[in-house]
């Protein structure tokens, strides 16, 4: 019997654990599926059956995939962190942004996915306007409206993407997940700045000081360090 390509009822499931940050519901279910399952060998048959599902900036952290049919699914800035994704026909799903440090990818084919803004939000305008302001008004509001919110695309933090803010006095902002791929950081001044876990790949940090700056879980890829003060940076 061919399985839906779509199954409402796994995509509610797997919804519902993401806004609770706990795949232990998820994970027992699906090790049980996979047992009556995985054995029929077709891409359509096995695993979950979320094709074309909008997975878009949801927590995934740990989430059970192998096998799942994730063709054309959007997963753009979607969490991913050490889900198992073994297996996983991801031919045409968009990983734009998709956090997949210690995801295990063993058999899937990464290579047949699509990495595409699609129009998701990068940078937000009034964001990089009140971060401007000052960073007292801004770490009053980021904890308020960011980073205590249950919602599961609040993980995500601040859309600050490519914006600039060349020699700003940043000491002891708080960024925790914010969004600050390709941003201009050139001089900004990061001492006892809580950066934890925030997307700075490509980023220009030039002669930025970092000292005693929380950098823990941080993504640097490609991020310009030359000539920026480290001393005392926790990673």
């Known amino acids: 019997m061919k399985k839906p390509k779509f199954d409402a009822k796994q995509y509610a499931m797997l919804r519902e654990c993401s806004g609770e940050k706990d795949f232990t519901r998820w994970n027992a279910w699906y090790a049980v599926h996979l047992k009556e399952t995985m054995y029929l060998r077709s891409s359509d048959a096995y695993g979950a059956h979320l094709e074309g599902g909008d997975l878009a900036y949801w927590f995934l952290e740990g989430a059970d995939l192998r096998f799942a049919n994730l063709r054309n699914a959007d997963l753009s800035y979607s969490y991913l962190k050490s889900a198992d994704l073994s297996y996983a026909n991801l031919a045409g799903a968009n990983l734009w942004r998709a956090y997949l440090s210690r995801a295990v990818l063993d058999g899937a084919n990464p290579d047949a996915a699509v ?3 699609a129009g998701k939000i990068k940078c937000d305008p009034a964001q990089v306007a009140r971060l401007k302001a000052g960073v007292p008004s801004w770490n009053a509001w980021y904890a308020h409206e960011i980073a205590n919110k249950p919602d599961d695309t609040r993980v995500f933090g601040a859309y600050l993407e490519e914006a600039s803010f060349v020699g700003l006095d940043l000491s002891g902002v708080h960024l925790s997940y914010a969004h600050l791929e390709g941003a201009d950081l050139r001089h900004v001044n990061f001492t006892g ?43």
């Open 115 to 117: 990495y595409d803004s």
């Open 193 to 235: 700045a809580d950066l934890t876990h925030a997307h700075l790949e490509g980023a220009d940090l030039w002669k930025a000081d970092l000292t005693g700056a929380d950098l823990r879980f941080a993504e640097l890829g490609g991020a310009n360090l030359a000539g920026s003060v480290k001393v005392n940076t926790l990673f």
